[in-house]
């Protein structure tokens, strides 16, 4: 997880990556961390472009964002929560599993947060320092079908295949 301390330039705290992301499924990330002074999240997205996230222990795509909606609004409800928040379009669905009550995690085992629906559609509140990874090459990951790899992965042609609770 050492590509977590400089995400996007930022100073992410290595020990809350490895508390929030591995051997856990109840805790999060403090609520507004992404507005904190040392990440100023959205201050370093392009808001041009879709940005791709990447587990933070293995690399692999999770969210694609915004898609389906404009950057202010995705940067709009993820201040307003606390915590980056994704929509079913956004999801790499093949890499990221959903349990019952909403927990979430990615094929790899990462913790990543949960779906906490709003309004009626799927919300997925997910901790900053578990989507904070970078793309790893095919060589460093052991791979299984049924995970896309970063080094497959085109996100210009990819469409989620999410579906609503």
């Known amino acids: 997880m050492e590509s977590v301390v400089n995400f996007l330039g930022a100073s992410i705290e290595y020990d809350l990556a490895d ?37 933070s222990v293995c690399g692999i795509p999770l969210f694609i964002a915004p898609r389906g909606r404009t950057f202010d609004d995705f940067a709009a409800e993820s201040i ?13 669905s093949e890499n990221v599993k959903i349990y019952n009550g909403g927990r979430m995690e990615s094929k790899c085992g990462t913790h990543l947060g949960h ?12 901790d900053l320092v578990c989507m904070a990874g970078m ?12 995970v896309i790899l970063a080094s497959d992965f085109d996100a210009s ?9």
């Open 115 to 126: 779906n906490l629906p709003d309004g009626g559609v799927d919300r997925y509140c997910i």
């Open 135 to 146: 793309a790893m090459s095919s060589d460093e990951l052991v791979s299984n079908d049924s």
């Open 80 to 92: 307003y929560h606390g915590w980056p928040s994704f929509r079913p379009e956004e999801i790499v």
């Open 157 to 165: 042609s990819y469409t989620s295949s999410a579906e609503q609770w």
């Open 19 to 55: 508390r929030i992301c591995c051997n856990n499924h109840v805790f999060a990330e403090p609520s507004g961390y992404l507005e904190q002074p040392e990440i100023m999240f959205f201050d370093r997205l392009d808001p041009t472009v879709e940005t791709v996230f990447y587990d």
